[in-house]
């Protein structure tokens, strides 16, 4: 069974600072890789998506990279501004070729001014 | 693009109640649309697969009976929360997918609707 977890579970950082989310799986043999964020009370936003065949993505400051054989996948965020903060979650297909997700644990980050 | 839209918001009812939420995708047809619930601070569990035209698929430990899932149309889906109890508060959000436009693989979700059960 896919399991997602998800380190720090919450981050607080100054303004301006890079920082790194981590993101492990135990199934390897996933399809891709999806890094999503959610603002309080609120839906969730697709950052990046990361097919099986690629080791990385970059939309803007953000970059997301993935190791199947090791399981994990990281989210690199440059340069950190206050509307960066948010919860950030990475999900997995359960196995194979399906479009289902199983959700991490997320990781609530504070950039503070 | 690709915008998913849920109502109500939010929603209060009382035990034993009944209690339905509309999921559309307004710009892209969506042949399967994902139901998901989330506790305060906690990630977002499925709870079951819906394919328009079809019934839907649970996950386990979801009961089929108490969340009736009906996806009507190509852009809507909707959840009903049958005699709802205060244990089924929670916040619900919807996701679809598209086959069309580079949609495929990319779910996209709705804002959510909070339920709250009195």
């Known amino acids: 069974k896919q399991e997602v977890t998800q380190i720090p579970a919450a981050l607080s950082v100054p303004e301006g600072e890079n920082l790194v989310l981590n993101c492990s799986f135990t199934?390897?043999?996933?399809?891709?890789l999806q890094w999503f964020r959610q603002d309080p009370g609120k839906g969730l936003t697709s950052l990046l998506l990361?097919?099986?065949?690629?080791r990385e993505q970059t939309s803007g400051r953000l970059n997301a990279s993935l190791d199947k054989s090791s399981g994990r996948s990281t989210l690199y965020i440059a340069a950190s501004q206050p509307g960066d903060s948010a919860t950030y979650l990475c999900?997995?297909?359960?196995?194979?070729?399906?479009?289902?997700?199983?959700f991490g644990t997320g990781t609530l980050l504070a950039v503070q001014p | 693009g690709a915008v998913v839209s849920q109502h109500p918001s939010r929603v209060i009812c009382k035990s034993g109640t009944s209690v339905k939420i509309e999921c559309r995708s307004l710009?892209?047809?969506?042949?399967?649309m994902f139901w998901y619930r989330q506790f305060p601070k906690q990630s977002l569990m499925l709870m079951a697969t819906s394919n328009e035209g079809s019934k839907a698929t649970y996950e386990q430990g979801v009961e089929k009976d108490k969340f009736l899932i009906n996806h009507a149309s190509l852009t809507l889906s909707t959840l009903t929360v049958t005699s709802a109890h205060p244990e089924d508060s929670s916040f619900y959000i919807c996701s679809a997918i598209g086959l069309a436009g580079g949609y495929q693989e990319t779910q996209y979700f709705g804002p959510g609707t909070r339920l709250l059960v009195l």
């Open positions: 999900a997995v297909p359960p196995g194979g070729a399906t479009n289902k997700l199983i």
């Open positions: 990361i097919q099986s065949s690629q």
């Open positions: 199934d390897s043999a996933i399809y891709n």
């Open positions: 710009d892209f047809q969506a042949t399967t």
